[in-house]
């Protein structure tokens, strides 16, 4: 008797490519201390956050379905850091880290330095 072995499935990959004026944002979520050492449970944090903390990791583009990438239109540079209100984007439903913004809900960039260029 012969067993025959199924092959897995190869894995797929999705690609978003944000339309219009939108970008697509992965949350950054910050430490679950406070400022004490404690651990905050789960959702305690965000429970009080009004702005969630980003990276944009794509950009809409002028031509989106060519191989080649086309010209960032939405205004935010791809591998920004920005906050948006907590109740606004769409989420993606394969991944709660990611969110569909419109550049409209971005609230502001955000730059980071050391604290020796804080000067």
Not at 2 to 17: A, C, D, F, N, V
Not at 65 to 78: L, R
Not at 100 to 109: E, G, N, P, Q, S
Request: cysteine-free.
């Amino acid at each position: 008797m012969s067993e025959t072995k199924s092959k897995p499935k190869p894995r797929s990959h999705r690609l978003i490519l944000p339309l219009g004026l939108r970008v697509l944002v992965k949350v950054l979520r910050d430490d679950d201390r406070t400022d004490a050492g404690l651990y905050l449970p789960e959702g305690a944090k965000e429970k009080h956050n009004e702005a969630h903390y980003g990276e944009v990791i794509e950009v809409a583009r002028d031509k989106p379905t060519t191989s080649e990438p086309g010209e960032n239109v939405s205004g935010v540079p791809n591998g920004s850091r920005v906050l948006f209100k907590k109740d606004t984007g769409v989420r993606v439903p394969w991944d709660d880290e990611l969110r569909l913004l419109d550049v409209k809900d971005i609230l502001a960039t955000v730059e980071e330095h050391s604290d020796d260029d804080a000067h």
